[in-house]
């Protein structure tokens, strides 16, 4: 029996096809520099605020367990008497401010590549439109 739908597909293949090999898959990389540059002509302001933003979010995660880390040093120093209240408050607030910061940047992250991939897509397309009509047809 077939499925109502068409041939059941797991991600992006047919179930019935093997998956590529590690040779195929190293040598699909080489379409990764070309695509760089096509994104890069579309737009270099968007292009480089996504790098830049990927980078920034790169260091959320890491400065939160940091944080993190000292709030709970800062519980273990209040038990012990070396601490007070104040500076678990202010750890837990740079705590806080870190992850709104970090969800700031994401949505911003997030927009961009909106953006950005509407701009490529509309791109691509005038670009095969103008390829079409140089065809001989």
């Known amino acids: 029996m077939t499925h109502p739908f068409g041939p059941m597909v797991s991600r992006g293949r047919r179930m019935n096809e093997k998956p590529p090999s590690w040779r195929e898959r190293l040598s699909a990389l080489r379409y990764v520099l070309p695509m760089m540059r096509l994104i890069w002509r579309t737009h270099r302001g968007y292009t480089a605020s996504m790098l830049g933003l990927r980078l920034v979010r790169a260091f959320v995660p890491v400065a939160t367990f940091w944080v993190g880390k000292l709030i709970l040093d800062t519980v273990i120093a209040i038990r012990d008497g070396q601490a007070t209240y104040g500076e678990l408050w202010r750890y837990v607030a740079i705590e806080i401010a870190i992850v709104v910061t970090g969800e700031i940047l994401a ?23 103008e390829h079409a009509a140089t065809l001989d047809l």
């Open 107 to 129: 949505r911003a992250s997030s927009l961009i590549e909106s953006l950005l991939s509407d701009l490529f897509s509309n791109d691509m397309s005038i670009r095969l439109m």
